[in-house]
């Protein structure tokens, strides 16, 4: 059983910055990746980027690509998602989850489907 707590989320202006932070704790040995999505109210989930949780293999959706980055401290078993040159359309509910499928399957799946575990959501705004 794994338990996702993702923090971070807050109000930034455009063009700033906002780091979000997911801490794992648990273990299911199927599990290959963590990852973030993010949803607006009437709008399909959205995986934004997600990583692999033992080798670091990464994959961001176009929309953040270049301006969002990934990283996974198995130390402290936390998963980051820096997000930098903040625009409005990144406000959304922004969720963390764990899943068995690689970082790009994970990722790319259909809404329609859930993921293994997921943690609460985390609100970012972005204000013009």
């Known amino acids: 059983e794994v338990q996702l707590q993702a923090s971070g989320g807050g109000l930034v202006q455009a063009g700033g910055s906002l780091r979000l932070s997911c801490a794992v704790s648990?273990?299911?040995?199927?599990?290959?990746?963590i990852g973030w999505f993010r949803q607006v109210a009437g709008k399909e989930r959205e995986g934004v980027s997600c990583?692999?949780?033992?080798?670091?293999?990464?994959y961001y959706a176009d929309s953040v690509k270049g301006r969002f980055t990934i990283s996974h401290d198995k130390a402290k078993n936390t998963v980051y998602l820096q997000m930098n040159s903040l625009r409005p359309e990144d406000t959304a509910v922004y969720y963390c989850a764990a899943d068995s499928l690689s970082p790009v399957a994970m990722c790319r799946r259909s809404p329609e489907y859930g993921m293994d575990y997921w943690g609460k959501g985390t609100l970012v705004t972005v204000s013009s």
């Open positions: 990583i692999g949780s033992a080798d670091d293999r990464t």
């Open positions: 648990g273990f299911d040995f199927d599990m290959q990746a």
